[in-house]
């Protein structure tokens, strides 16, 4: 697309460690401008095709949660997208986004996913804690002040329980002691860390038919030696993620 880059660098690296990391109730950091605005301007005028993406919904979830119904994209290589959207995968599998990750998380053992997910009217992602395997996720937030308003919802909350739920189990919104709604709109972005009590949520969406709440998320998976050993002596798949 550009030989500038779409990720803005500057307050990229602006961001210290501690900030993140003293958050409460686990490390999360919610801020605006992680992508240059002209890179955000091209990458929500060319989303990827409804088309590529595969229908989950009404899959069952572990520990009685309800499901979390949207439209899903996994990206591969060899996957056919837009010329931003390429520019940014290739972006956010360089090595100077994986040093940043890892100042920010203290984690050097990174295996990188990234997905799409697009969510319809009533699309809910009930409270839950990430599995063991993710260490956290930087989720973009893909919908403009153009295409999405606030009363629909959409918005990603940090949830806190104070330490009183067993993360195999399903509370509702309405057990958390503190709920933080992450801002999204115009390029804003979440970066949070799994812990034990790292509950997250999104409320059902209120929207048109027409319109879905779009984000696109990479997820950052625990690649360390000692968790590959782990699996290998359980017999299960060496990359585990």
Request: glycine share 8%.
């Amino acid at each position: 697309m550009t030989a500038e880059s779409l990720l803005n660098w500057p307050l990229l690296d602006s961001i210290q460690a501690s900030d993140f990391r003293n958050a409460e109730p686990y490390p999360w950091l919610n801020f605006q401008g992680a992508l240059r605005e002209d890179g955000y301007r091209a990458l929500t005028a060319e989303h990827p095709d409804l088309e590529l993406f595969s229908y989950y919904f009404n899959q069952p979830r572990k520990h009685g949660q309800r499901p979390h119904n949207r439209y899903t994209l996994e990206w591969h290589e060899g996957l056919a997208l837009p010329a931003a959207w390429q520019q940014l995968i290739d972006e956010l599998r360089s090595k100077r986004y994986l040093a940043w990750l890892r100042r920010l998380t203290g984690c050097h053992w990174l295996r990188l996913h990234f997905h799409w997910h697009y969510a319809p009217s009533g699309g809910e992602v009930s409270p839950h804690c990430d599995s063991k395997r993710k260490l956290g996720s930087h989720i973009f937030y893909m919908n403009t002040a153009q295409d999405w308003r606030d009363e629909w919802g959409g918005e990603t909350l940090v949830l806190n329980d104070g330490g009183r739920f067993d993360r195999e189990s399903a509370p509702e919104f309405e057990d958390f002691d503190h709920i933080q709604p992450a801002k999204t709109l115009e390029n804003c972005s979440l970066l949070f860390m799994r812990g034990g009590n790292s509950w997250h949520g999104v409320r059902a969406i209120q929207c048109p038919e027409d319109k879905l709440r779009k984000v696109f998320i990479v997820v950052i998976n625990d690649a360390s030696p000692w968790r590959r050993l782990r699996r290998k002596l359980k017999g299960k798949p060496a990359d585990g993620v």
